[in-house]
């Protein structure tokens, strides 16, 4: 029994449908990439997932609990975290109360109308907070605004302030999309040590086999709209209905 | 001290300061000479200084931190406005309980606005809260009349119940007071040929706002009003990192609404009437204009705003042609009617004229407003010396 | 069943004004992406072009006339218009008498003429600012232009009265065959909503029939596809703003004989307006001229007495109550298009 089992979900627009009956199991403690050709329904599952995306069937199960028709802020706080395919952070707030907000959120809840103390003077929070910061190497820039960070530092503080709630699964939406090689390799790295330091299952949507192949435990293939295959990333590479669907035609890409 | 750190502690004392002194500051000139028209040391215009002060102060907790723009703020100070006037017809002229029902009422209502209004944000949610105003203001001249005295509006009354306060003597009125010192009474002091008015409603009010503007500190550094600025800065991960935004939203709207009200009663303690005006969406559109003005997001900038708007409303307007002429007489009689011909389509009933220009341009060229404008001169000054440039400690919002 | 035509005539004229503002309004939103809190001021501005060319049609100088004296028997001077000088006096008092209608005339440039200027000047620079930027400098903005013209023409409303011809007032219950005098209307009246209809229908057959009206039609759906094209849109969107000035304007002009014009009225319209063009749905033509009648008439039906003694103040909220209803229930509004600024 995997940490989120994905049953028969379909989910239709219109007249295409996105999704037909998709299944998938993550096991816990693994990572878990999600690939496929454009169209296949990557993104549309990944809503589904995080709760944007109400399915028309099927069912999702995180941690033994249903995630559907939960709202995102819900879905976040039963221990699911998303990184964006553009880093979404605080850009008008210092690095520092970034890191702040998921340090609130993961101790206080979805709502705390705690008006009356210094953000400042909650030492536990503050710790904790500059801990995190530490940790992604990000110590220096503290009192920076988020918004003048390159990219690669706000995929750094994104995935930083996903870490900070300790979630229990991290969900990542190509995470190296528009970077620099520089910047990947260094996201790979980080995504790596995560890997090795934490108790996290990650679920992984990439384009790029680069980093698919460097990080994945277990590789499921989607087209349109449907799960063709899904195994260890040796076997994925071998397959021939995954090489027909998908990396036969963007091979330079591997 | 008083739990703030020490940027804002002087924040606060210099506020403080600024507001106990008033009489002496906005009355720089000697009465009679040329320049005493600019005093502004005067009872009605001091308190409408720190009662609008209140009401930007609370708006700037909405729009300032969370970006939604009320345009029927105006609405929360005519209901507590309403709702300070029954108290005083009802229960007593003090000023205490007339005051603290005007927050509670305004709050409940904000609460049942806000509540409605945003389930929708950007443009529909200023257009929402226009329409809430809007009837709240057709209502109060309408159907309310019974409640709100329609267009003659609601004064105190001989006759009125008060169960509290003993009965009046035929011919006497109704005062507002605190415990018996009434809100009209002044103290006044001459020096010299100065003349200083400490008046009592005007030194409630002043706590009042310090008391308002305190809590405004204490809101703009807590998590909660961190909180809001993250609302601002992006939604979309404020609900991916566990948040509900929806509550924090309405708390604010329901925190400013209930600063407009408690503005709302003090005017009706200083000067004991209220009218339906006081609602329309142009006093909406005023608050709007004096965050702006003097600095959406920033603790001082409101109080700036209102003061400037509100300084420049009275003395603008004071001025007439006469007195541009004697401004200007030194010069020769052509260019003399010349500068009083350009200028005085600016001054006096056409000073909104002048407040219309200014905004703009703060708009345009300074969207962080006044404070901005000192900052930016500031940082002007810091690079001929920058040694003085050393890093605070931590990031807090601008002043 | 004569109530019930008296109420929907009523609100013809009201509709037709909001139905035109919504309509320049839409128009705005949907090419440029702007939230002008100016436009009522505009529709205030071609008000005040009546009452200008009025004013320049009365321009007189003083005769004196010698075949009539005064009570001292000293000849009496007259102020005669230059227009008697010009057409001669049966000429010269039809034109003045028709001063509003010949208005439009000179209406239309000088109100596209501050249309393009104002985009240019000014919205131009606001195209990428966020949506509360562009209603604050535009709320700025109308206060100014409300202020000169109160500078100018006093505070106080001028009555700019209709051609004589159009004074009386259309029998329409006798015409229909119920009793005489049940439903009469001004012919006035009848005349804005023709011209608002007209005026209505040109925009139609513009944006449907030209390829300057498909350009910017297919801007509304999608500007970037547009420009990747290679048209130069920007040109045309000034000059939708320009048009979009021009029919708020022209709404502005007939407005007079209806209603006095004074400084304040493009306020009182705007905030109206825009909750029309909320409840139309934003961006939506159609939507925005279906909510202005149906909003003017709906109001009308409130103000019935009938209506009033049962819920008193309806007609005083009507507008505002179904928009927020609308808001709620459905947030693109009537006509509006999915995705367009739900949130």
Redesign the interface.
């Known amino acids: 029994m995997g940490i989120l089992e994905v049953k028969n979900v379909g989910k239709r627009f219109g007249g295409l449908q996105a999704l037909g009956d998709v299944n998938l199991s993550v096991a816990e403690n693994t990572v878990h990439a999600i690939i496929g050709p454009n169209g296949a329904g990557k993104s549309t599952l990944l809503n589904v997932l995080v709760g944007k995306l109400i399915p028309d069937t099927g069912s999702v199960m995180f941690d033994g609990k249903s995630v559907l028709g939960r709202k995102p802020y819900e879905i976040n706080q039963m221990g699911i975290s998303r990184v964006f395919q553009t880093p979404e952070i605080f850009g008008d707030l210092s690095v520092l109360e970034n890191m702040l907000i998921p340090c609130f959120a993961k101790r206080d809840g979805a709502f705390t109308p705690n008006a009356f103390i210094d953000m400042f003077r909650d030492r536990e929070i503050v710790e904790r907070a500059e801990q995190m910061l530490e940790e992604m190497n990000m110590a220096d820039a503290r009192n920076d605004n988020a918004a003048t960070m390159s990219r690669g530092n706000k995929r750094r503080l994104e995935i930083g302030m996903c870490l900070a709630q300790e979630p229990r699964l991290l969900l990542l939406d190509e995470p190296t999309a528009g970077m620099a090689r520089a910047d990947t390799n260094n996201t790979i790295d980080l995504l790596k040590q995560i890997k090795d330091e934490r108790d996290i299952t990650i679920a992984i949507i990439e384009h790029d086999m680069h980093v698919v192949f460097s990080l994945a435990e277990r590789i499921t293939v989607l087209a349109q709209g449907t799960p063709l295959v899904e195994d260890t990333p040796d076997k994925i590479k071998g397959h021939p209905k995954v090489r027909e669907a998908y990396l036969g035609e963007s091979q330079d890409a591997a | 001290m008083f739990g703030l750190d020490k940027k804002h502690t002087n924040l606060l004392l210099l506020v403080a300061a600024l507001t106990m002194l008033a009489p002496f500051i906005l009355n720089p000139f000697p009465e009679g000479s040329g320049m005493a028209q600019f005093n502004a040391g005067y009872p009605d215009l001091m308190q409408r200084f720190v009662i609008f002060g209140i009401f930007a102060i609370g708006f700037n907790i909405l729009f300032g931190l969370t970006?939604y723009?009320s345009f029927g703020h105006a609405a929360f100070l005519g209901v507590g406005s309403y709702a300070a006037m029954w108290m005083m017809k009802l229960l007593t002229m003090n000023v205490i309980p007339a005051i603290a029902v005007s927050i509670v009422v305004a709050g409940l209502f904000s609460l049942l606005v806000g509540w409605?209004s945003l389930?929708?944000?950007?443009?529909?949610f200023?257009?929402?809260t226009?329409?809430?105003a809007?009837?709240s203001y057709?209502?109060a001249?309408?159907?309310?009349t019974p409640i709100t005295g329609g267009e003659t509006g609601l004064q105190p009354k001989l006759q009125d119940p008060r169960i509290l306060d003993g009965a009046l003597e035929a011919g006497a009125s109704p005062r507002a007071n605190l415990f018996g010192l009434e809100m009209t009474s002044s103290f006044e002091w001459s020096v010299g040929s100065w003349l200083f008015t400490f008046n009592v409603g005007y030194y409630v009010a002043a706590v009042a706002m310090l008391l308002s503007f305190y809590m405004a500190i204490r809101i703009f550094n807590s998590p909660f009003g961190m909180m809001l600025r993250a609302i601002k800065s992006n939604q979309q991960r404020m609900n991916y990192t566990g948040l509900n935004s929806k509550p924090y939203t309405l708390a604010a709207f329901v925190v400013s609404g209930m600063y407009a009200g408690l503005a709302g009663g003090l005017m009706v303690a200083m000067d004991t009437q209220v009218g339906a005006e006081r609602m329309f969406?142009?006093a909406s559109?005023e608050v709007?204009l004096m965050t702006?003005l003097g600095g959406a997001g920033t603790l001082i900038g409101p109080v700036l705003g209102a003061g400037m708007i509100k300084y420049m409303e009275n003395i603008m307007s004071k001025i007439n042609e006469t007195i541009l002429h004697q401004w200007f007489a030194f010069l020769p009689d052509g260019i003399e009617n010349l500068l009083v011909a350009m200028v005085y389509?600016f001054i006096g009933?056409?000073w909104?004229?002048t407040?219309?220009?200014i905004?703009?341009l703060v708009?345009?060229f300074l969207?962080g407003g006044l404070v901005e404008g000192g900052q930016r001169i500031a940082r002007l000054f810091k690079r001929k010396k920058p040694s003085s440039d050393t890093p605070d400690g931590k990031t807090t919002p601008a002043e | 069943m004569e109530a019930i035509i008296l109420q929907i005539l009523n609100g013809l004229d009201k509709g037709s004004a909001y139905a035109l503002i919504a309509l320049g309004l839409t128009l705005i939103f949907g090419t440029l992406g702007v939230?002008n809190f100016a436009h009522g001021a505009l529709f205030m501005i071609g008000a005040f072009c009546a009452v200008t060319l009025s004013r320049l049609l009365q321009l007189s100088h003083t005769v004196i006339d010698d075949s009539q004296t005064d009570f001292l028997g000293n000849p009496l001077k007259v102020e005669v218009p230059y227009l008697y000088d010009i057409f001669g006096q049966s000429t010269g008092d039809a034109i003045i008498d028709w001063a509003v209608p010949i208005s439009i005339l000179f209406a239309i440039p000088v109100m596209i003429a501050i249309g393009v200027a104002m985009e240019r000047g000014?919205i131009k620079?606001f195209y990428k600012r966020?949506?509360?930027?562009q209603?604050?400098?535009t709320?700025?903005?109308?206060?100014?232009l409300q202020?000169?013209i109160?500078?100018y023409y006093g505070a106080n409303p001028i009555p700019t009265p209709a051609p004589d011809a159009f004074r009386g007032s259309f029998d329409f219950g006798a015409a229909l065959g119920f009793d005489p005098n049940v439903i009469i209307y001004p012919y006035w009246r009848l005349v804005y909503f023709a011209f608002a209809a007209l005026i209505i229908g040109g925009v139609f057959a513009f944006l449907q029939f030209t390829t300057f009206g498909m350009v910017v039609r297919a801007g509304m759906a999608d500007r970037e596809t547009v420009q990747l094209l290679g048209i130069n849109i920007d040109k045309r969107f000034t000059l939708m703003f320009g048009l979009a000035a021009a029919v708020a304007g022209l709404a502005g002009v007939m407005y007079t004989p209806i209603n006095s014009p004074n400084y304040h009225m493009g306020?009182d319209f705007l905030?109206l307006s825009?909750?029309v063009v909320?409840v139309g749905g934003?961006g939506s033509l159609p939507g925005a001229v279906l909510a202005g009648f149906l909003l003017g008439i709906l109001e009308s039906f409130a103000s019935m007495r009938e209506v009033l003694e049962f819920l008193?103040?309806l007609n005083?909220?009507i507008i505002?109550?179904v928009?927020?209803i609308i808001?709620?229930t459905r947030?693109r509004g009537l006509m509006g298009r999915k995705g367009v600024?739900e949130?």
Request: charged share 10%; net charge positive.
């Open positions: 970006g723009l409605i389930r929708r944000s950007g443009i529909y200023s257009i929402l226009l329409a809430f809007q009837m057709a209502l001249y309408s159907v309310l969406w142009t559109g709007v702006i389509p009933k056409g909104h004229l407040l219309g220009l905004f703009m708009v345009i969207p | 939230v000014l620079h966020p949506h509360a930027d209603i604050l400098v709320f700025g903005l109308a206060i100014v202020e000169i109160k500078y306020m905030v825009f909750v909320v934003m008193p103040g005083q909220i505002y109550l928009a927020i808001l709620l947030p600024m949130e």
